[in-house]
């Protein structure tokens, strides 16, 4: 079933066209991965879903609704989590406080009964309850990586929107990561997720897609030498295609002649 | 207790608690149509007109001081800022001291205005462009601040000497003016100020975390920060109307309210109430009591935060990122 759907997106930082009359679909309860270059507008895509970035061009629509639409602090059918690049606080807040704001729009004033059990309910499902008086400034990127999945997981999201989730990460963390973003697919939310790791993409997404050219191509339907190809084009490097079970991955192809 | 303890002490020598208790014993019992007989009309006017109105404005200023500074630090997600280094305090003492010198508005509502004008100016100056740095932003509050101590400077130089006097004396930071006129004028800014930034606390942990952060689980952080913003202007522009400048104290207690209470700005807000309005008073007590004459406020805010301030850092360090 679509759950969102953008037609002709277009979007301008200053005078940079990042996004030209873009198209796509997302299905609900699916894990989709978009691979591209850096720079390649995946981040400002992502704004715009969101909420975060409302001057674009276009149609995006959420459940039917129209983006802008869409307001905060209101109960809508839809509940967005988004999980931005970067994040870093000045503040040594404990786990718990951080998670807590993720609480923020269910109301007005102190936090209510209900909204410490989601919070310890949240950070026992990521085993995470016994850090929860510790320093955020002092957790391991990974430990903050996982934080932060828990501070979206409280706001009972519908759509999680994920920038480069295992950015940073161990192989540990990564795993453990995306194992779990599984597992929520399993439970019913729709799980869209940039990542710069194709294999990991081919491991654990249901679809892929590449941003490329302004404009976001679905990989899904193509065949492996048509992916192959695709991604050889998108990073500009040659790619060697490598069995794995019934799945192919794929590495940089290292051509000796060029010393 | 500090409250009771700031009220036996003063410069016309400390009053027994036993005294004090039988005159708000017999002062309680004639305001229920009691006779009691009150042994010393002087004590009570000391204690009525000087020093509970000095002890209340104190703890006032104190703990706005206070507040205003953790609201600060929380919306501008830097630990070192204060009302004074984002050009509050400067901006309402030119603005009080230029309706000192021409009463066109009155004294609360020009320090208002213009502490209002300067954390503006401050906000646009470092935020050029997408985002602005902790550094610049401290920067620019430095400077706009110095340009509104250079305009009070030139307000000083241009009035008479009776007006100058008065001027001096309470950028100095002067407690000892204070009256029950003065508490009436501070009471409502500040107990509304205060009152909403207790009321809007839970949400200064998320806007310390940053505006993206705050959009991503769907609050929108532009009228809270407007809110909190305005109320902690507000204020300090009328602690610094009623008692002149007292600079770094909203920088200090902040930083002492966290490390005893912890970074949440839910229990820190309290804190800062607590801690500021009765670190305010027992500083206000020693500047009153230790020497014959009185020394002015903001020596000793210096003088006793310093040490403790040092010795709370080197006890339990706290670990700041970046």
């Known amino acids: ?259 | 207790m500090v409250l009771l303890f700031s009220l036996a002490l003063g410069s016309t020598g400390f009053v027994s608690i036993t005294d004090l208790l039988y005159h708000m014993y017999a002062r309680c019992a004639s305001a229920f149509g009691l006779e009691i007989s009150v042994s010393d009309r002087n004590l009570e006017t000391i204690l009525w007109q000087v020093r509970l109105p000095r002890i209340l404005l104190t703890f006032m200023v104190g703990a706005a001081l206070a507040v205003a500074g953790g609201v600060l630090q929380a919306v501008f997600r830097n630990p070192i800022v204060d009302p004074f280094s984002l050009g509050i305090s400067s901006g309402s003492a030119f603005g009080a001291a230029l309706s000192m010198l021409i009463s066109l508005i009155p004294l609360n509502l020009s320090a208002f205005l213009f502490g209002v004008v300067a954390v503006v100016i401050t906000y646009f100056v470092s935020y050029t462009g997408s985002r602005g740095s902790l550094v610049t932003m401290v920067l620019a509050g430095m400077i706009i601040s110095g340009v509104f101590t250079a305009f009070l400077t030139v307000l000083q130089y241009l009035s008479d000497p009776y007006k100058l006097q008065s001027i001096v004396q309470w950028t100095m930071g002067n407690l000892h003016t204070a009256s029950w006129a003065k508490v009436r004028t501070a009471v409502l800014p500040i107990l509304l100020g205060i009152a909403v930034i207790l009321a809007l606390r839970w949400k200064l942990d998320l806007l310390s975390l940053g505006e993206q952060e705050a959009i991503a689980v769907g609050v929108d952080p532009k009228i809270i920060k407007l809110v909190m913003i305005g109320a902690a202007t507000m204020i300090t522009a009328s602690s610094v109307a009623a008692v002149g400048m007292i600079s770094l104290f909203g920088l200090i207690v902040p930083h002492i309210s966290r490390m005893l209470v912890g970074p949440s700005n839910a229990q820190g807000t309290w804190a800062n109430i607590l801690i500021g309005g009765t670190f305010l008073l027992l500083i206000d007590d020693f500047s009153r009591t230790l020497l014959p004459f009185e020394i002015p406020v903001g020596v000793f805010t210096m003088m006793l935060g310093t040490p403790l301030f040092i010795y709370l850092m080197r006890k339990n360090a706290i670990n700041w990122s970046a």
């Open chain 1, 1 to 259: 079933m679509k759950l969102i759907t953008i037609e002709k997106l277009s979007f301008c930082y200053g005078k940079l066209q990042i996004l030209k009359e873009l198209d796509a679909t997302f299905m609900r309860g699916e894990f989709s991965v978009i691979l591209g270059r850096n720079g390649s507008g995946k981040s400002s895509l992502f704004q715009i879903l969101a909420g975060v970035q409302k001057d674009y061009h276009g149609c995006v629509k959420i459940n039917g609704i129209e983006r802008r639409a869409i307001k905060r602090q209101r109960a809508s059918d839809v509940r967005i989590g988004f999980m931005s690049q970067f994040h870093q606080t000045t503040f040594p807040f404990s786990v718990f406080d951080v998670v807590m704001t993720g609480r923020a729009s269910f109301t007005h004033f102190a936090p209510r009964a209900e909204d410490r059990q989601r919070v310890e309910t949240v950070l026992k499902q990521f085993n995470l309850w016994v850090y929860k008086d510790r320093p955020y400034t002092q957790l391991s990127g990974g430990e903050r990586q996982l934080v932060l999945l828990c501070r979206v997981m409280v706001q009972d999201p519908d759509i999680i929107l994920l920038d480069e989730p295992t950015n940073h990460l161990d192989l540990h963390y990564q795993v453990k990561v995306l194992e779990n973003l599984q597992r929520l697919t399993s439970e019913g939310k729709t799980i869209i997720c940039i990542m710069h790791d194709p294999n990991l993409a081919f491991l654990y997404g249901e679809r892929l897609f590449l941003m490329q050219n302004q404009q976001l191509r679905s990989l899904s339907q193509l065949s492996v030498l048509e992916i192959h190809q695709s991604l050889e084009e998108a990073y500009q490097v040659p790619l060697a295609s490598v069995k794995h079970g019934d799945r192919n991955l794929i590495i940089p192809r290292i051509t000796s002649n060029d010393f």
